[in-house]
């Protein structure tokens, strides 16, 4: 059974870091790619971060240069760097995971960690 981690969260200061983290674990079929996804009160959850197979990061706008994911494969651990919060970066921060098996793809969640930025 595929289950997702998270750990980091907190409340903090504008101006201020956080490194999120993401225990993977029961993960037996081809990762496609993993990422970080968020969700503010009464907003959709959006997409913040991901990382493919391959290596290759994508980020969204509001958080390019400020935010960095990578992954440790050998803790089974994906990580997000928050530098420069924002309050606007205030929200229930999700790990997800996207395995792909024979004729299938499907993604998994985690339970979610709040960040929360006072300005």
């Known amino acids: 059974q595929v289950q997702l981690v998270e750990s980091g969260g907190g409340l903090v200061q504008a101006g201020a870091s956080l490194r999120l983290s993401c225990l993977a674990s029961?993960?037996?079929?081809?990762?496609?790619?993993m990422g970080w996804y968020r969700q503010a009160p009464e907003r959709e959850r959006e997409l913040v971060a991901t990382i493919t197979r391959g290596g290759s990061t994508h980020y969204a706008d509001s958080v390019k240069g400020r935010f960095t994911i990578s992954e440790d494969s050998a803790k089974n651990t994906l990580y997000l760097q928050m530098n420069s919060l924002k309050f606007e970066d205030t929200a229930v921060y999700y790990c997800?995971?996207?395995?792909?098996?024979?004729?299938?793809?499907?993604?998994?969640w985690g339970q979610g960690t709040q960040v929360t930025v006072s300005s």
């Open positions: 997800a995971v996207q395995l792909q098996g024979t004729d299938w793809v499907q993604r998994y």
């Open positions: 029961g993960i037996f079929f081809r990762v496609n790619d």
